[in-house]
């Protein structure tokens, strides 16, 4: 059973709001979104056109060597930016 599916059985029947979770405190049960406390480096949201090849290329990398695309394009840039 998902998350969400957790969420939805725990809170049937109940009327829950934003604040309602805010007074009971978050955990990782409840807070299906961003998890801000966890949150180690201070991110910027950028969009950017990507060759499709490339992007191709990036995703089965991805997922060969378990890491997230922008971890990969993060590290590629700091060795970039270290010449």
Same mark, same amino acid.
């Given at each position: 059973m998902s998350t !969400?599916?957790? !969420?939805k059985k725990k809170t049937r029947g109940k009327h829950t709001t934003p604040a309602t979770y805010i007074s009971e405190g978050i955990n990782e049960e409840t807070n299906?979104?961003?998890?801000?406390?966890?949150k180690e480096t201070e991110r910027k949201r950028v969009s950017f056109d990507l060759n499709k090849e490339l992007h191709q290329k990036l995703k089965v990398e991805s997922a060969t060597n378990g890491k997230k695309i922008y971890e990969m394009i993060e590290e590629a840039l700091e060795q970039y930016l270290r010449k």
């Open positions: !969400i599916d957790n !969420i299906v979104g961003r998890n801000e406390e966890k």
